[in-house]
């Protein structure tokens, strides 16, 4: 079955710190990776896009790894930010257009 | 405006009845997602238009749900006989071409609508 599984569920930090986001899938055959960004009552912003030959990934403070083998993924915060309180979504792409959504971590940065 | 529109941000209805959620998707765009999400959940798929026709609509619910796309721009999301189960947000994104398209990595970002609020009473 595929699926992709989140954690933690929520996190809580304090501003300025970092914190690394963990997603891990069953999802064949694999497309690519995506991690969104999402802000209460908006909609995902993406984050960042991996195909199966990427192993790393990064966008300003964030950075998304790969690992196509033990099939896990992970986003890493570096000095978080109160913007940076929102819910982080991981989507794992099947061809097919296959979509499997993780249920999301919720972070909450704290100042 | 440069990204996805959905009206209307927010549709209360009563049980039983009919409803419709519009997306206007970036000009161009030729792959259209309809997406639903509940609360605290993250979105489920519901359909994907490739141009005008449904190129995947596996993640429909149901029957009562039903999506067109008649000129390969503008589409509408419509909900017969509403049930309270349908109280979500219903998310809309486009791409300039499929997400997964063979040869090209994948690597077709797709960009997300604010979303309408549905609340079935």
């Known amino acids: 079955k595929n699926q992709v599984e989140q954690s933690p569920q929520s996190l809580i930090i304090l501003e300025g710190k970092n914190c690394t986001l963990q997603?891990?899938?069953?999802?064949?055959?694999?497309?690519?990776l995506r991690w969104y960004k999402q802000d209460t009552g908006r909609g995902p912003v993406s984050l960042t896009i991996m195909t199966f030959s990427e192993n790393t990934k990064s966008n300003g403070r964030y950075t998304a790894t790969l690992d196509a083998d033990t099939k896990q993924s992970s986003l890493h915060i570096t000095a978080s930010q109160l913007s940076d309180s929102a819910s982080y979504i991981c989507?794992?792409?099947?061809?097919?257009?296959?979509?499997?959504f993780g249920p999301g971590t919720r972070l909450s940065v704290l100042p | 405006g440069a990204g996805v529109s959905q009206t209307p941000s927010n549709k209360v209805t009563e049980k039983g009845k009919y409803v419709e959620l519009r997306c206007d998707p970036i000009?161009?765009?030729?792959?259209l997602y309809w997406y639903r999400q509940s609360l605290g959940q993250g979105p489920e798929f519901l359909i994907y238009?490739?141009?005008?026709?449904?190129?995947?609509d596996s993640g429909l619910p149901n029957d009562r749900f039903f999506a067109v796309r008649p000129e390969g721009s503008v589409s509408t999301l419509k909900i017969q006989r509403t049930e309270r189960g349908d109280s979500a947000v219903y998310l809309c994104?486009?791409?300039?071409?499929?997400?997964?398209?063979?040869?090209?990595?994948?690597?077709?970002?797709?960009?997300f609508g604010p979303g309408t609020r549905l609340t079935v009473l």
């Open positions: 994104a486009s791409s300039l071409r499929a997400v997964d398209l063979p040869g090209t990595g994948g690597a077709n970002e797709q960009f």
């Open positions: 997603c891990n899938y069953t999802v064949s055959p694999f497309s690519n």
């Open positions: 238009f490739q141009g005008t026709g449904a190129a995947d």
């Open positions: 989507v794992v792409i099947a061809y097919g257009q296959n979509f499997v």
């Open positions: 000009s161009g765009h030729t792959a």
